[in-house]
């Protein structure tokens, strides 16, 4: 069965009417209150009932309803009297739902008995108005801190009007066990709260207010999560209740798109496994096998460098667009196309990474997934020729176009130049795309990638970078030809510091790199510099060949290790402010992407940059 | 006896010719060269002291030296092969310890024994050298996490290339007793690293890495640490070591500053508790009794509206400034001056706060100790009548003026209007004043304030605000009478939101809101329209006097209540983009602020400005 799909409103930011506007949007069914955001609105009870149904959007909750039960009667009576002025709300609401959540008070009762009766008395007020209450257990509560406990307190009131309330952070935050959803007694979850979070070291309740995630974006077990809720027998909403800093301070509309899509992802994970469960689902995303070209956006000032650059680095200018200012450069399997016909802002003398072609073995398929996953489908302003080159947008902005490479294809668009280069300096593909996300939208471009092309995420990590932290986390297929990096400045990096946004860059494999940079210096190929100290470092650091060290100081190679394999690369400084390249030779089974070394490459950088008027 | 002061590279953003740029230019002494900042620079060892040299900078220590000690002989081996490495680098930077830190590898050494032999080891290597080794306790260290146990190290060891170094955080973080540090045995604290910290529940080593601060922006006893340090006959650096994100990615100019104010801020508490220990003081900062003025930067359309609103809130333009476009508008003790002759932004209509007239017991004082605290002293752009104002710039750039107002001074250079108003709307006094920060001198400001003006700092709080997290702290003078509301986005806040920069404020007081509400409706004020939702919430959370509940809510008076006291207070619309009135009545002990209610005030504005055109 499919379920209505919903969205706390605070998992959003803006006012009350942004949230539900954006939420609406998205295609969400519900909404749930957060009742700060009503509190702060103009609408009127009445008035916000209108406006969901108007957009057609369900109330499917009111929340949270804090500290209901205490040791004092006085101060019990008093809250009684607060849950019926909120009860008057919910009818005014046309929402039948209240979430209580357990006390955090120092009055909170912890006699189970007691905490049943007086859950008992607040849920014959919800009935008296033909409403109920679902009872959550915060991870932090005083003396209801497990959802088994929370199932005891509702169990021994065993009242038609209070059930449970789960809440995946709360339960799997504190390692709980979903398998005991089975002793749940039927139709008694009242409503199921979704949320993600990474693995973090910290107090549970800063954690659970600030770092938690959309299903997809964290290390939680959302998909074996909801499907014992729904072993349990649960109908009601998939509700996301997601508290975090970040989307707290973005545009609600993108942040909505971004929890619908996260909804999609955990329906596809659980039909997945658990055809039995008669989710919704969608096929599989097509398999993507590599890059069919990485393009750049360049003008008349950049596009001439960064040509010249390449053809330093081995590349050969191959072709030339039929109808527009586009050069195809190629070298092994690896194509670059330099397009000077995207518009630009402002600024000229800028290059940058504006396409990826990703090879697809159903374009078409990848295209429609996309669609259907709320990407942005980009309109088809290329000439004829292309007609087959269907494209969506990244969270940021990067173009995608699936592709499936054959002669008549899109590189028919190209007339051969008829050069034919002198055999390339070793380049043999591109390895990874490093994309520089807006911190805004990082999870939200995790999230992107892997439900929309099916790429699986790696660990995030952090850089200690010269200018500020930086998050770093690579998206790739399972033969590892598509990886892409993404990084995020984690906070917005002062006017001071160089390169915002930082630079892309674009990664290309060669299979002996000492050849390939002999090549490179041989054609005076801008490379970065690399400090003596670096090398100095390495050799304090692992045990080198002091000849093969040699050689990496000579051409200017950064080296890692892992118990994997090891990795040599080096950069090239950076073109047209937005973008340099990267030529990395893989040994064993290194999978990594050099990180460590990314702090000194980054000084190295803005040195460069210092020197250049 | 006066100690060097240092800083480690580290504390600062940038790369390591920035940093010792900084470092120098903010007047420290020395400097600890955090190794990834050399690794990653192009100046050799013996590049960089000489620099230093050039900049009257000494190297105080070379850090950190990690996982020395193994439990596998043939590592151990390796480890002093880098070592040795290490010590090389040291030899050339003229510099004569090396910060080893204790252990977090699988294969840390457990046993006593073997550890003091293995630091012993290393410390014949540094003393071959001529140099030393100060061995730290890491609070996540794998077998070594407490002073205690590093000195137990070094006591055993017995070496004399080798000795202590206690670092603030690593003690007092695991709730260390720096009483213990009298029996360490005189000479062995060869290094001293200080640095401050919130108090935050979580993992140590994030909270180490993340969450530092400087002395006196935490929550530490750092002059009780630094005192128990000096008894133990500690006489080498005072230095910092301060991991942080946010000054990872700040100004290094700034940060440095910012530094070097917070060991004067140390050594004052220090010298005034302790002054046994002979560190150098400064005289306590002049006492601060209220505020002369508010200064408000207008333009001729800004300014007739301000002074319309002022108008309608009661105030009389009573004086005009003898030479320049500023008005003086009085009511009660509350002074404002509307400047149009500040050179403004390039936008029109804006109004902000621009300076505050603060009334101190000896202006000249006050303006002498800022400028020994490196505020920056503002140029005397004023007029030969007001002569006598010393100003500085705060963290935010708001020009701060120390006044004493007598007939004869300041207020001498505004010929009377002749105004004398209506009786005003029961306004007496401005209570605070509430500056939005940038979130990069959040903590830099609270610093500035406490440090230059002797305004004491409340607890950081944390507002869920519509548009994202605000960091909220205030600043006060013991008797309540100068009141600086300090706040700061958490994260940037996306471009869609309202008010970047956030609005300023300036909070008037009254003994008598609903008088004063009456009076401010009755003259057309532009006030805040309060929606229903928040005073039916008011009804269920406090027992209110239905009357008084029905009286706030037709004047659109906001309610927040205490053990202490109670708080009622409204707002005026946004005024030039930039700042806004409130107007306050404080009940009884009430210290706050009303930082419950301000999500709801700016979910108003914020409907206020999408109203007006």
Chains 1, 2 share one sequence.
Not at 189 to 215: C, E, G, K, N, Y
Not at 361 to 367: C, F, L, Q, V
Not at 496 to 505: E, F, K, N, R, Y
Request: hydrophobic fraction near 45%; include cysteine; proline fraction near 7%.
């Amino acid at each position: 069965m499919s379920h209505e799909r919903s969205i706390a409103t605070v998992c959003l930011s803006g006012t009350l009417e942004d949230k539900v506007a954006a939420a609406a949007a998205a295609g969400f069914d519900g909404i749930e209150v957060f009742e700060p955001d009503l509190v702060a609105s103009p609408w009127t009870p009445a008035e916000l009932a209108a406006r969901c149904a108007d957009l057609g959007l369900t109330i499917d909750l009111y929340q949270p309803f804090r500290d209901l039960d205490s040791t004092d009667p006085d101060r019990f009576a008093r809250n009684l009297r607060r849950l019926d002025r909120k009860l008057d709300v919910m009818a005014q609401l046309g929402t039948s739902t209240l979430l209580v959540c357990s006390s955090v008070a120092a009055d909170a009762v912890d006699d189970r008995g007691r905490l049943a009766e007086q859950l008992a008395a607040a849920a014959d007020r919800a009935a008296a108005h033909g409403l109920r209450i679902a009872y959550e257990a915060l991870a932090w509560g005083r003396h209801v801190g497990t959802w088994e406990r929370s199932w005891d307190a509702v169990r021994r009131a065993d009242h038609p009007a209070l059930g449970l309330c789960l809440d995946s952070f709360h339960v799997l935050s504190r390692a709980g066990d979903p398998a005991g959803f089975a002793d749940i007694a039927p139709g008694k979850i009242f409503f199921l709260q979704l949320a993600d979070a990474p693995h973090l070291q910290m107090d549970v309740l800063q954690w659970s207010r600030h770092h938690r995630l959309f299903p997809g974006q964290g290390a939680f077990d959302l998909p074996g999560f909801l499907a014992r809720v729904l072993d349990a027998g649960y109908t009601g909403p998939l509700s996301l209740e997601v508290f975090n800093d970040v989307f707290r301070q973005a545009d609600p509309a993108r942040t909505a798109v971004d929890a619908m899509r996260s909804l999609l992802w955990l329906e596809d994970q659980v039909a997945g496994e658990r055809p039995d469960l008669g989710l919704p689902a969608r096929p599989a995303a097509p398999r993507l096998s590599g890059y069919s070209f990485v393009e750049l956006a360049v003008d008349g000032v950049s596009g001439p460098r960064v040509g010249d650059v390449l053809a330093r680095l081995g590349f050969t200018h191959a072709g030339q667009h039929r109808s527009k200012p586009v050069q195809l450069w190629v070298q092994g399997d690896a194509a670059l196309l330099l397009n000077a016909s995207v518009v630009r802002p402002a600024e000229t003398g800028v290059a940058e990474v504006a396409a990826l072609g990703l090879e697809s073995e159903d374009p078409t398929g990848s295209a429609l997934r996309a669609t259907s996953l709320l990407a942005p489908v980009l309109p088809r302003t290329r000439g004829v020729a292309e007609a087959d080159l269907s494209a969506v947008a990244a969270p940021d902005g990067t173009q995608l176009f699936f592709t499936r490479t054959v002669p008549d294809g899109w590189p028919a668009d190209f007339l051969p130049t008829g050069a034919t280069g002198d055999g390339g300096a070793g380049i043999t593909r591109t390895d990874h795309v490093g994309l520089t996300q807006p911190f805004d939208s990082f999870d939200e471009a995790t999230l992107f990638y892997r439900e929309v092309l099916g790429l699986g995420p790696e660990e995030v990590t952090e850089i200690p970078a010269p200018f500020g932290l930086v998050r770093d986390r690579a998206v790739t297929n399972p033969e590892r030809s598509v990886r892409l990096s993404l990084t995020a400045a984690l906070l917005r990096r002062g006017e001071w510091s160089p390169g915002v946004p930082a630079p892309q860059h674009v990664a290309f494999g060669t299979e002996d790199i000492v050849t390939t940079a002999r090549a490179l210096r041989a054609a005076g190929a801008p490379l970065l510099e690399v400090p003596a100290n670096y090398h100095d470092d390495l050799d304090a650091r692992f045990d080198l060949d002091p000849v093969r060290l040699s050689t990496m100081r000579e051409l200017g190679v950064f080296y890692d290790e892992t118990a994997d394999g090891a990795y040599l690369h080096l950069y090239t400084e950076v073109l047209g402010g937005r973008v340099f390249f990267e030529v990395v030779q893989r040994i064993s089974g290194y999978d990594g992407y050099g990180a460590a070394n990314a702090p000194v490459r980054m000084a190295a950088h803005r040195r460069a940059r210092l020197a250049t008027p």
